[in-house]
């Protein structure tokens, strides 16, 4: 029984983020008509920036929260500047900018963070078997 609830909580949860980001694909759309193909960019920056510095002891927690949405928001906007003065210049199809941005941020968290997952001890301690 304790596993099915926590199949459940973990479906909702993950279901809910897939949800916030969808919302966030048709509000960007909806305002600027472009397909923006580096949002998902912007969830992983968040969430390395957060893991990189708890790891490095600079922040945990609710500061790492706070610092992860202001890197994700900072490479939004530059993004959309971006896209912006490509569509106002005549330069590259907004879509092949975003994609392009895209694949230079994960090249720089690639670089920067190496390819390797890091492992992390349990939020609990640690794990037993049953």
Known sequence: ?????????????????????????????????????????????????????????????VVGFVVGVALASLAGILVGWAVTWQRLSGGLNPLVATVAISLVIEGALLALVGGAPPSYSPVGGTCRGT
């Open 1 to 61: 029984m304790i596993e099915l609830l926590q199949f459940l909580v973990t479906g909702l949860v993950n279901g809910s983020i897939y949800a916030l980001i969808g919302l966030g694909f048709v509000l960007i759309y909806r305002s600027t008509k472009v397909l923006n193909f580096a949002q998902g960019v912007f969830s992983v920056l968040a969430g390395i920036s957060v893991a990189v510095g708890s790891r490095m002891g600079f922040w945990g927690g």
